[in-house]
């Protein structure tokens, strides 16, 4: 990814944003490595990567953020009142998936997001059935959109870091999206000025503290790399019964299958 955000770099940054974010809301939100769903997606360490979800209590947060880095891509998806009833008015429980480059088109995302959302689920062993799940509406905000091919992973970082700030104890989708999640979020200014700043927070968190005390060191978000692979096989885009969705919601306005999109 040539003059893109890397992996390890971009943990780094959200090291220091998560950091940043005070006591009292951590408790709202968990941040999985930007190495989670990759592997999952790709079936390198698939089953690895389930049991340590069950380790997060996922379903116990209000949000749960998950970085996206697939085929040369940075996006970010967001898990919102997942512990809540699917059935709930007043917290609905959906997925939002903020991409910066809606042009090539967020929901070819969106196989391996509900095979994962479907695993999650039946790796913590929850009662909601197959028919329930499939209808967590998946959300494409419109927002702020990069001019170029490389800004993908700062408009991520930025995302998280707003969302962060700004995200809502509840929300109903019922409602509209999150008051903020709008085209006019943040200016190109505010993305430049955010993104110098992070670069030189973490590159002086970096000089003055052993990266056995980072934020993330002992949460077990970090899959390991050098175990054998066990399949490589993607059954995300085989399984039909994932491939089409009856709830998703693109720029605001409700697709009633991904097949006419």
Same mark, same amino acid.
Request: hydrophobic share 35%; with cysteine.
């Given at each position: 990814? +040539?003059?893109k955000v ?11 944003i998560?950091?940043e974010?005070?006591?009292?809301? +951590? ?25 340590? @979800?069950?380790?997060?209590d *996922? ?11 697939? !085929? ?5 998806? @967001?898990?919102?009142h ?7 008015? $007043?917290?609905?429980?959906?997925? %939002? ?10 929901l ?5 997001i509900?095979? &994962?959302?479907?695993? @999650?689920?039946?790796?913590?062993? +929850?009662p909601e059935?197959q028919?329930? *799940?499939?209808?967590?509406?998946? %959300?494409?905000?419109?927002?702020? =959109? =990069? +001019?170029n ?9 930025y995302y998280i ?8 104890e509840?929300?109903? *989708? ?10 006019? !979020?943040?200016?190109p200014? =505010?993305?430049? $000025?955010?993104?110098?700043?992070? =670069? ?6 970096s ?15 970090? *899959?390991? %790399? ?10 995300? &885009?085989?399984?039909?019964s994932? $491939?089409?969705?009856?709830?998703? @919601?693109f ?10 999109i």
């Amino acid at each position: 990814m +040539r003059g893109k955000v890397n992996s390890k770099d971009f943990d780094c940054y959200l090291e220091n944003i998560w950091r940043e974010l005070p006591e009292d809301k +951590r408790s709202l939100f968990l941040c999985l490595d930007s190495m989670w769903f990759s592997s999952y997606a790709t079936n390198v360490f698939k089953p690895a990567v389930l049991r340590w @979800i069950k380790n997060k209590d *996922i379903f116990s947060k209000k949000y749960v953020l998950v970085p996206i880095v697939l !085929w040369d891509h940075w996006c970010l998806l @967001i898990f919102c009142h997942l512990g809540e009833s699917l059935e709930s008015d $007043s917290s609905t429980p959906c997925m %939002l998936l903020l991409d910066s480059l809606h042009m090539i088109d967020p929901l070819r995302f969106e196989p391996k997001i509900r095979k &994962f959302v479907s695993d @999650i689920f039946k790796t913590e062993e +929850r009662p909601e059935s197959q028919k329930l *799940i499939k209808k967590i509406k998946l %959300l494409v905000p419109k927002v702020p =959109q =990069q +001019r170029n091919d490389t800004d993908c992973g700062k408009f991520v970082l930025y995302y998280i870091s707003l969302f962060l700030e700004s995200a809502p104890e509840t929300f109903s *989708i019922s409602e509209g999206y999150p008051y903020f999640m709008k085209e006019d !979020w943040f200016t190109p200014d =505010q993305l430049e $000025s955010f993104w110098k700043k992070l =670069q030189t927070e973490t590159k002086d968190s970096s000089e003055s503290e052993d990266t056995k005390d980072s934020a993330f060191s002992d949460s077990g978000d970090v *899959i390991v %790399l050098g175990i054998e692979k066990e399949n490589t096989n993607d059954p995300a &885009f085989s399984d039909g019964s994932f $491939s089409d969705s009856e709830d998703v @919601i693109f720029c605001g306005k409700e697709k009633e299958n991904k097949k006419g999109i």
